[in-house]
């Protein structure tokens, strides 16, 4: 048993020593192309490129996955056209394109570039990114493609989510058809450019929920403060310039591996890497409640999860149709209760700690300041509600909502924003005057009725005391008559 196991790990380790002579390349040339059986692997050890079939099926893929765990597959390139059989190469042409063949030399994917090279190679890197580029180029502006241009189902450390401006190219995480098929799905991860941009998760061209626009410290459904652990191994970014508009993040610590992926039901989640128990763990589900669904309360409400029922609408709206709400259809929303009197006088409610509602028709000014952002919106009539634009330094910039609010959260542990909300001066005078009546008028109440309960004590006590000093002296006086007349009278009394 001892001997077995000894030359068990002597083979395992001679195995070991053979791949890491003979594949330890990161590279392949136009000379040295890569077959179905043979890997890549990137530098640092975190990544393989190989060939792979998912789940049952029998089709032939080239993928990068994470050599701790060779199921996980992060990239494919064939996505759409897997091969039949294990005939395979990788090859990469005198021009710099990478191509997929098969045994009949029928070209199954290719990468593409409008630049040429010299000197072409393609490598893996240790970000899990296959590159193409020039000799020793690397400055990654000067690569002629890259696979984290396109993304599959996994958001990974350093790649971009979002647009380049000028040439109007988009990077997007679209989820397997099935865990059998990498084709597209019908689920995708994208920056949406409408209004100030926001993350939305979609089916098709519609929104199923959405992760919100970015406020300097975070997205407006993940409000989490500095401090937090996500904080503390995220280092993440969000860059929106005249040229491009992009979220991305990083690992603080390069020996964690952490992605980020959508799931064949639009589910997206992220899974770090615990060495310990060789798996991974999941640490965190975007949509985790019910809250998330996109816009289930409909137009002018909050969604609170730890209230019943969860939809309610936003104070001076009531329901569109009352029926359907009561019955927990919510989708109609609510309407005003008084409409806005415009340019005749409006004001705006204070929400706290709330995800922002949908940005897609809203309009945004980095430079201006909160009474500004007030200004502006009482100009026109159809602006419904402001914001800052950036919660950093005490808040800084504008965010205008042009036409209804959606997809409002209420948080409860004091996260979340601000968000002013525009009212009919008469509507907010009403809200106002009762919330005095709750806030303010009941304390005032409960001291009037106890000034009014102590008084009422106080001079029954004076009224008895004196009663009873009356009395005293009544009966003394009587004493003192009584004394001429009788002693006997007061005990019979
Ligand atoms: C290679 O691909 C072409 C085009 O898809 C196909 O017609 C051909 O049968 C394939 N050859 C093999 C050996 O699979
Ligand atoms: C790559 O190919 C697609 C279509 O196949 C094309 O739209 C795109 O412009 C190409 N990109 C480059 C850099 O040539
Ligand atoms: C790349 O770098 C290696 C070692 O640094 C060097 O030997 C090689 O000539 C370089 N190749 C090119 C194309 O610059
Ligand atoms: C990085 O993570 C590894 C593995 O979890 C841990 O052992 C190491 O201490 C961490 N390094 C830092 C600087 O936090
Ligand atoms: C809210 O506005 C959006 C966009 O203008 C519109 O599609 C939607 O139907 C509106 N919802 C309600 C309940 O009015
Ligand atoms: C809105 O309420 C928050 C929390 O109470 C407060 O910090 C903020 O100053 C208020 N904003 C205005 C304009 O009153
Ligand atoms: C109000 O804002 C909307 C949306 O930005 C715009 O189309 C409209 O022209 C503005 N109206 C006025 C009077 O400024």
Not at 282 to 291: E, F, G, H, I
Request: glycine share 8%; hydrophobic share 35%.
């Amino acid at each position: 048993m001892q001997a077995m196991k000894s030359l068990f790990v002597c083979s395992f380790l001679f195995s070991f020593l053979s791949i890491s002579t003979t594949t330890t390349l990161d590279t392949i040339i136009p000379s040295r192309s890569m077959r179905d059986g043979e890997t890549l692997v990137s530098a640092g050890g975190s990544f393989q490129l190989g060939f792979f079939s998912p789940g049952s099926s029998k089709g032939r893929y080239l993928g990068i996955w994470y050599s701790v765990d060779i199921e996980t597959v992060v990239w494919v390139a064939n996505r759409e056209t897997p091969l039949g059989d294990s005939s395979g190469v990788l090859k990469v042409t005198e021009q710099g394109v990478l191509v997929l063949l098969n045994s009949s030399n029928s070209m199954k994917w290719s990468s593409n570039s409008s630049r040429t090279a010299g000197n072409p190679v393609s490598q893996l890197m240790d970000s899990g990114n296959l590159v193409v580029k020039d000799g020793n180029e690397t400055n990654p502006d000067n690569f002629l493609w890259q696979s984290f241009d396109y993304p599959c189902d996994t958001f990974l450390p350093e790649m971009k989510l979002g647009w380049d401006s000028s040439t109007g190219f988009d990077r997007y995480v679209s989820s397997w058809k099935s865990t059998d098929d990498p084709a597209p799905g019908e689920f995708s991860v994208r920056m949406d450019r409408r209004g100030l941009p926001q993350v939305v998760i979609m089916k098709g061209a519609k929104i199923t929920a959405r992760v919100g626009s970015w406020n300097g410290l975070y997205f407006a459904a993940y409000p989490y403060p500095p401090q937090t652990r996500e904080n503390q191994i995220l280092g993440r970014k969000f860059v929106l310039d005249k040229d491009e508009v992009y979220y991305e993040y990083r690992l603080l610590n390069t020996s964690i591996f952490s992605r980020n992926m959508v799931n064949p039901s639009g589910i997206v989640q992220r899974f770090t890497w615990v060495y310990q128990r060789h798996s991974w763990e999941l640490s965190y589900t975007l949509q985790a409640d019910r809250c998330e669904n996109y816009a289930l309360c409909g137009a002018y409400t909050s969604c609170s999860i730890n209230v019943s029922p969860i939809c309610a609408c936003l104070k001076g709206f009531v329901p569109k149709s009352p029926k359907d709400w009561n019955s927990g259809y919510w989708s109609d929303g609510c309407v005003r209760k008084i409409p806005l009197a415009c340019s005749y006088g409006d004001d705006f409610l204070n929400y706290t700690g709330v995800k922002l509602p949908d940005t897609s028709s809203s309009w945004f000014d980095k430079s201006r300041s909160l009474k500004e952002c007030k200004g502006l919106c009482l100009k026109n009539c159809s602006c419904t509600a402001y914001a800052n634009l950036d919660i950093r330094e005490g808040g800084t910039g504008c965010l205008l909502w042009f036409g209804n609010l959606t997809d409002i959260r209420q948080f409860t542990s004091g996260v979340g924003q601000d968000l002013y909300v525009r009212l009919a001066a008469s509507e907010l005078d009403h809200i106002e005057r009762k919330s005095k009546f709750n806030k303010k008028k009941l304390p005032g109440i409960l001291i009037s009725s106890a000034v009014l309960l102590v008084g009422t004590l106080l001079i029954g006590l004076i009224l008895y005391i004196r009663k009873k000093k009356l009395r005293n002296q009544g009966v003394r006086s009587i004493d003192c008559t009584k004394h001429y007349l009788g002693e006997d009278r007061e005990d019979m009394e």
